[in-house]
């Protein structure tokens, strides 16, 4: 696969005839970017010029583990887009980036809120010129409220949010996700709300508004995740209580924990009602199973300790394989504790297209994550590899129509 060719045999694309123009950089704002461009949207990725202090380029190209001077996840963050070398810094490359948008269906930025008007490129500008236009701002704390001037990065929105304080063992510091979720939360929220915006844009179109009108879609990383803190929020203001850390288990919900193996670790949901009689009769407890107070969750709550100890006491004594074996015959949802290794390795990924091949410019062979969701009529694809910096300079601005 390479930057030019692309697959033949692709159905039509959902958002074939998309125009994107991302001027974001590292996760967020290109992470949006790289879900609509799986869709089918012709995703234009603006990067800075090299400098003699810089390699130039979205720095995401330098991080963690490189091939020959760039990341593998580049091939993963950056997939299926165009990139176009432009200084923003300059009049004239924020005039060439102002030509783009004229002709775009969707902006995506993630700077610090006020940098796009610093340039005279704020929505009230970018819209006179070009109704139709969805903006997607993406910002650690909005654009507006007294944070908003904050620098906000996803380590500090996932704190903000109420998801780091949860994470841990009671007593002991936080701990983070090993991957960046405040990031992708906005980001997804973000794709939903340009398609959201899109959908508004069709309902408006009129004689005065041909393309219909856009606006702005305005996505802080820690409302993202503060979004996704479930009953957090509303336990504290109807009864003041504080959610704590509670490890590998999910309070207030059980049995759903992850319990020891004789060679390993599992996780095991049998919090519903019959799944939880499955599963006590699968591990030789038909005593809790028929237990009355256990028969709800409420009951179980009350009584988690001693229901986790006797799930504890069976997998302790069994292989994973075999807690696999018997759980699943019994249809209480189980799973292994997967590492890298086990995804690349398993067949359902490889099933689902979950792991395709792409290869880079030098011809390594990377395996990237495949396209989610899966649609039946118009599904996703990978198309392009991701990007040299500068690759389709020419070709995208060759194409700009004359200016007015």
């Not at 009602?273 to 699968?282: G, H, T």
């Amino acid at each position: 696969m390479n930057s030019a060719a692309s697959i033949p045999s692709i159905p039509p694309q959902a958002l074939a005839g998309l125009k994107v123009l991302e001027l974001g950089q590292l996760i967020a704002g290109p992470f949006a970017g790289k879900t609509l461009a799986d869709f089918g949207a012709e995703v234009i990725k603006i990067e800075p010029p090299a400098t003699e202090a810089a390699a130039g380029g979205d720095p995401l190209r330098q991080w963690r583990m490189l091939h020959e001077g760039t990341s593998v996840w580049w091939q993963v963050q950056s997939r299926n887009k165009k990139s176009v070398v432009l200084d923003l810094r300059t009049p004239e490359g924020r005039e060439l980036a102002a030509r783009l948008i004229d002709e775009a269906d969707v902006l995506i930025e993630n700077f610090k809120p006020g940098t796009m008007e610093k340039w005279g490129m704020g929505y009230e500008q970018l819209s006179a010129r070009n109704p139709g236009l969805i903006m997607l701002r993406i910002s650690g704390y909005g654009q507006s409220g007294p944070y908003k001037d904050r620098p906000g990065f996803a380590v500090v929105a996932e704190a903000m949010g109420g998801m780091r304080y949860l994470n841990g063992e009671p007593g002991r510091a936080p701990v983070r996700a090993g991957v960046s979720l405040g990031d992708t939360l906005a980001a997804l929220h973000g794709v939903i709300g340009v398609l959201l915006a899109l959908q508004a844009r069709h309902a408006s179109v009129s004689a005065e508004a041909p393309k219909g009108r856009g606006q702005v879609v305005d996505v802080a990383l820690y409302e993202a995740v503060f979004n996704c803190m479930e009953s957090l929020l509303p336990e504290y203001s109807a009864f003041g209580a504080v959610r704590q850390p509670a490890g590998s288990a999910l309070p207030g919900i059980a049995p759903s924990n992850a319990y020891p193996c004789a060679d390993g670790m599992v996780v095991i949901g049998g919090n519903g009602d019959s799944i939880f009689k499955r599963l006590m009769i699968a591990i030789g407890r038909d005593d809790l199973a028929t237990d009355a107070e256990l028969a709800s969750n409420p009951g179980r709550v009350r009584r988690v300790a001693e229901i986790d100890a006797a799930i504890g006491a069976w997998t302790s004594r069994r292989a994973v394989a075999q807690v696999l074996e018997v759980l699943n015959a019994a249809s209480v949802p189980v799973g292994r504790i997967y590492t890298a290794e086990d995804i690349a390795h398993d067949p359902h990924y490889r099933a689902r297209d979950m792991i395709l091949p792409v290869t880079t410019p030098e011809g390594l062979t990377v395996e990237v994550p495949g396209i989610v969701p899966k649609l039946s009529a118009t599904p996703g694809a990978i198309t392009r590899r991701a990007p040299v910096l500068g690759e389709d300079t020419d070709e995208v601005l060759g194409r700009l129509r004359p200016e007015r």
